[in-house]
């Protein structure tokens, strides 16, 4: 394949206005920026105007792989889609599982940047260096799975294919894409797909990845497999365990909750994560048994091109509208007495995928669809739903340090909270006596002090440490989103077989190494993070992010005391010295969050008044002259 090792060695552009294709070499990125999100943020930088709307055709959708991708064992199959989302005119991106962007890659790409806008619906043809811009009239209105698998059909079931669904061609803020696996992406993006008349992509590569030390390779591969037994983690469910069956990304070895459920309707599909838990409350309270609508529920989102996120809390939304008398059922043109049956859910998802009646505001999302009902509805908003639509899962009030990942990134930043929270799970279950994990307060102290600067990292019960933290968890998930390596396994934080259960924070960046052949250290690798984040930052302050300003979190962190957590009912973690503390009822300290601010630019090199980052910061990064 390439000369450059870990990588296809090519970016493939495709200008949809001037049906134009041709290729750039990854080389000009790949050394500062590595792959995925780095990747991606370097070609927004270069090539988004920040005046140009989501739906302009300037704007890119861009599909990134990384190094790993394509190379068995290490969980770096998962791809990202970078893009400026219609949910608030900024950049964002989503991250996907699967093997879509194993074939990208086997293909001969490394990326995909797409612009331009379609005159007619379209779908792209990539099958090993052969590249077509190919009608797709027949396909639009139809569901995103039923296109995949009408264009499988057609194309053969080798193909990967991802595609929107009506939601996204009628551009809902929260339209998704959805790939084999039933790989979902969201950020809305799936709307910026629509808007440049693009149903789908089909990917066919038969290509493999060259490695720069095969041997060193398989080394780590083992190191990382004995540091990862028994490593897993299960999600609450009604249904039954024969149901669900593992559903590996491409090459993937380690155990993880990705699956697929066989529902009784003889429909099967993914079943992991938020989309797992979809509706399964409301069904249950609804018909008053287990059932399977909830898995239905998310089948209907995922045909129709939804994100399930942001309809759970817009469904929240309209269950408080109703009984409050701000909206009825005739209003709506939804049973909305009946929210929690399978009526109400298909009759909402399909009226906002279409844009039907009340279903066109909502299709707006909740925020702009409260905005317009009123002062009586946007109160209703005010107590739980964060700026993008989402709940605040491990939010500021839980971990004090996941204020900061909140305040400065354009969506849910997943990975970021996930470094703090499954390791409190994990803490809160062995606390509590459930869980039979080694996850002591010692062991957790042990392992903040390692990867993220300090023991009192781990002491929830105060604000120190934790600005630090922020940005050593900010630089490595960057680095990682850029490698990409996948989030179940990755970063190795703990494990069974060391004594003191401390994992290893080096294994990345000598995977990168080892691929690659390009030598760099653990902090090297952190420092190319660093880079990442900070370019991320200029892309968000040049779309209007005003800095410390606009580093906030909505009012109710400050505000409404925190109920529960997930998975943690008494939201325990370790206080000082480790002692079991709860921060139930608790808020955030605005006085205590300004000051973490001020520690944090510090720390970040940037201005601490204003939050805006240096000439002398971005140089020293190489990311200006
Ligand atoms: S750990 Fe799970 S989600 Fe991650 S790459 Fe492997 S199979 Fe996919």
């Not at 790949?30 to 300037?58: Q, S, T």
């Not at 779908?123 to 139809?142: C, H, M, P, Q």
């Not at 996850?439 to 023991?455: L, M, N, P, Y």
């Not at 009192?456 to 680095?479: H, N, P, V």
Request: with cysteine.
């Amino acid at each position: 394949m390439s000369h450059l090792k870990g990588y296809a060695g090519s970016i493939l552009r495709i200008d949809l206005s001037a049906k134009k294709i041709y290729e750039t070499p990854t080389s000009e990125y790949a050394d500062l920026f590595i792959g995925g999100r780095g990747i991606g943020c370097k070609i927004y930088w270069d090539e988004v105007p920040p005046e140009a709307d989501a739906f302009h055709p300037e704007n890119r959708m861009i599909f990134l792989t990384g190094p790993l991708c394509g190379i068995p064992g290490f969980a770096g199959a998962r791809w990202q889609v970078c893009a400026k989302s219609p949910l608030h005119n900024r950049f964002s991106y989503c991250n996907l599982g699967g093997s879509w962007g194993v074939h990208l890659k086997f293909a001969g790409y490394d990326a995909l940047v797409v612009h331009g806008k379609a005159d007619r619906p379209i779908y792209l043809y990539i099958n090993n260096g052969v590249v077509e811009i190919r009608d797709a009239s027949r396909f639009w209105t139809k569901g995103a799975i039923d296109t995949r698998e009408a264009l499988k059909k057609e194309l053969g079931n080798s193909f990967r294919i991802v595609s929107i669904g009506p939601a996204g061609e009628n551009r809902v803020t929260f339209a998704i894409l959805l790939a084999d696996n039933d790989a979902t992406g969201g950020s809305g993006l799936g709307a910026v797909m629509g808007s440049k008349n693009l149903k789908a992509i089909a990917v066919y590569g038969k290509g493999k990845v060259d490695v720069a030390s095969p041997e060193r390779a398989k080394e780590l591969n083992k190191r990382v497999s004995e540091l990862t037994k028994g490593m897993t983690l299960s999600l609450p469910t009604v249904f039954a365990s024969d149901k669900i069956k593992k559903d590996s990304c491409y090459g993937c070895t380690h155990e993880c909750i990705r699956s697929t459920f066989h529902g009784k309707s003889g429909r099967k599909g993914k079943f992991m994560c938020q989309a797992a838990l979809f509706y399964q409350t409301r069904a249950q309270r609804y018909y008053g048994e287990d059932n399977e609508v909830p898995f239905e529920a998310t089948k209907l989102c995922d045909n129709y091109g939804l994100d399930t996120h942001p309809i759970e809390t817009m469904i929240m939304w309209l269950g408080r509208c109703y009984n409050a008398n701000v909206l009825n059922e005739e209003q709506a043109g939804l049973p909305l007495s009946r929210i929690g049956s399978l009526e109400f859910v298909e009759k909402l998802i399909r009226d906002i995928s279409r844009r039907d009646g009340f279903g066109d505001l909502l299709a707006n999302g909740t925020h702009r669809a409260a905005e317009a009902l009123g002062p009586s509805a946007k109160n209703l908003i005010k107590d739980y739903i964060t700026r993008t639509g989402y709940n605040p899962v491990y939010g500021a009030r839980m971990f004090i340090t996941t204020a900061l990942f909140y305040a400065m990134e354009p969506r849910l930043p997943i990975q970021q909270l996930h470094e703090i929270s499954i390791l409190g799970m994990l803490w809160a279950a062995q606390a509590a006596g459930h869980g039979n994990n080694y996850i002591t307060s010692q062991v957790f102290r042990a392992i903040a002090d390692r990867f993220w600067g300090s023991e009192i990292a781990a002491d929830f019960s105060t604000y120190e440490g934790k600005a630090l933290a922020a940005a050593k968890i900010q630089d490595r998930q960057y680095a990682k989103e850029s490698l990409i390596l996948c989030d179940f396994i990755w970063p190795i934080m703990h494990t069974e077989i060391t004594e003191d259960h401390v994992g290893d924070p080096t294994l990345e960046s000598k995977v990168y190494s080892a691929v690659t052949g390009k030598e760099i250290a653990e902090e090297g690798l952190y420092r190319i993070g660093e880079r990442i984040f900070n370019l991320q930052r200029a892309i968000l302050v040049r779309e209007g992010h005003k800095g410390r300003e606009d580093d906030t979190l909505e009012e109710f962190n400050f505000t409404v005391p925190l109920k529960g957590d997930f998975l943690n009912e008494d939201c325990l973690l370790p206080g000082e010295d480790g002692k079991t503390f709860s921060r139930k009822g608790m808020v955030v300290d605005r006085e205590g969050f300004e000051r973490m601010k001020d520690e944090y630019y510090r720390i970040r090199g940037w201005d601490v008044s204003t939050g805006l980052q240096t000439l002398r910061k971005l140089r020293e990064l190489k990311l200006s002259a």
